[in-house]
């Protein structure tokens, strides 16, 4: 067993890569439903940093105890230098036997036959206990190629202490409106007297928030056969009401938007006291909790119209590949990782809230503070079916959505013609994948 940093590949980008070097990668294992008794080695990669390498080493070693003759070597990276790494490795037929991935590369490699369809081991892979909205979210053409490490959802982050601050009341928000959303951040901004704006996170800077906004008008961003399925109504009705957020003075400048962007999640608005509210996953609380020091809470999402709008997002997933000699194996420490209460003592919401419900329970006594709100949190709030994962050629879509709304934000183009040309650009880039 030996866990290594590995530094960034001098390589092209990582969609270049992800999407050029797997093809023709996959393997030939097939069903599988018991361990064999011989002196076997594995490897698993993922990305992180050395914390994360501490953890996963100690789960390593509590594995290794167990199956005295399964070694298993691994090997981390930052997260371009991995994403570069493993399309090398996999067009070289040496895939890691474990993989961690992520949603925005998932179709990629499964569309390739780089990955293993893990219900051929479910004698020695239980999914049982992760809901079905969960596990949809590692399924490609029906098959279960990813099983999701932990599970995130939409919510909007309110600073308690600016809300008592200005005198303002936390609203209702299992039914609160993007309506009274607006009226709630142009009183935080007025009772202030400018010192602070209402809200920040303005949609159209992350892809999870145009899902939520196409999915309340009932419609998605892509379809089942992966094909972009947006409505342009949905991108000009979230682009418009950005502006009126904006023009209203509840909400951040445009300019203020970028710069929110550049500083990451410890240095935007939020948590830097300049906005009372903004949308997050409900993991990220912890985070800005850190940052912020305040008292935060987490509300569900404001919505219009009957559809149930949030979703499971996972955190990331675990997957086998099908180059693995050795797939029963690196299926047995897929379900040591999910499923065992001794690896979840050690991971504990280090990837994530756990997808497994029963690791939850089990977990849930001993969590506190952020973890424990945000694992409230997921198992309170309302979830729709998972969206469709994001089809190959697709994983450039947040750098995409930004751009065309710095446009729209900065008044250099109509939502109406940006929301035309990013649906036209974004299906051109899927096509030119296939």
């Not at 969960?134 to 309110?158: E, F, M, N, S, W």
């Not at 996972?314 to 180059?323: G, H, L, R």
């Not at 750098?399 to 974004?426: C, D, G, H, N, W």
Request: aromatic share 8%; with cysteine; proline share 5%.
């Amino acid at each position: 067993m030996n866990v290594r940093p590995v530094g960034r590949l001098a390589l092209a980008s990582v969609a270049a890569l992800s999407l050029t070097l797997t093809a023709c990668a996959g393997g030939s294992a097939g069903p599988v439903d018991k361990l064999g008794d011989k002196p076997v080695t594995i490897s698993v990669d993922w990305w992180g940093d050395a914390n994360r390498a501490k953890t996963t080493n100690e789960v390593i070693k509590a594995f290794e105890k167990k199956h005295p003759n399964i070694t298993v070597k691994g090997q981390y990276k930052d997260w371009t230098g991995y994403w570069d790494a493993l399309a090398t490795a996999t067009a070289a037929k040496d895939s890691p036997d474990v993989i961690q991935m992520d949603e925005l590369y998932l179709a990629s490699y499964a569309n390739r036959g780089a990955l293993y369809d893990v219900s051929q081991a479910n004698k020695l892979l239980d999914t049982s206990q992760f809901a079905k909205e969960a596990l949809a979210t590692g399924q490609v053409d029906g098959k279960q190629y990813a099983l999701p490490i932990g599970v995130t959802a939409l919510a909007i982050v309110v600073n308690t202490d600016l809300f008592k601050k200005y005198g303002v009341p936390l609203p209702d928000d299992k039914t609160w409106t993007w309506d009274d959303y607006t009226k709630i951040a142009k009183e935080l901004t007025d009772k202030s007297g400018g010192k602070i704006h209402g809200a920040s996170g303005t949609p159209g800077f992350d892809a999870g928030t145009l899902k939520y906004w196409a999915r309340q008008e009932g419609g998605s961003v892509f379809d089942k056969d992966g094909k972009v399925s947006l409505q342009p109504k949905a991108l000009v009705d979230m682009w418009n009401f950005a502006m009126n957020l904006i023009s209203s003075g509840g909400g951040i400048s445009a300019s203020t938007m970028v710069e929110d962007q550049t500083a990451g999640i410890a240095g935007a608005s939020l948590a830097t006291h300049r906005s009372a509210m903004a949308p997050a996953y409900n993991t990220q609380i912890t985070a800005l909790q850190q940052a912020s020091g305040a008292h935060l809470k987490l509300l569900r999402m404001p919505h219009v119209g009957t559809a149930e709008a949030n979703f499971f997002k996972p955190s990331m997933y675990w997957s086998v590949s099908s180059q693995s000699k050795h797939p029963a194996e690196a299926a047995a420490f897929v379900d040591f990782l999910l499923n065992s209460d001794a690896a979840a003592d050690i991971l504990r919401t280090e990837r994530g809230i756990p997808a497994n419900k029963d690791v939850l329970k089990h977990l849930s006594p001993s969590l506190s503070g952020t973890d424990k709100a945000a694992a409230d949190y997921s198992n309170t709030v309302p979830v729709g079916d998972a969206p469709v994962v994001t089809p190959n050629g697709a994983s450039g879509i947040e750098a995409m959505l930004q751009r065309y709304s710095q446009q729209v934000y900065f008044k250099k183009t109509s939502p109406e013609s940006a929301a035309k040309a990013f649906i036209r650009e974004l299906q051109g880039e899927i096509d030119a994948a296939k």
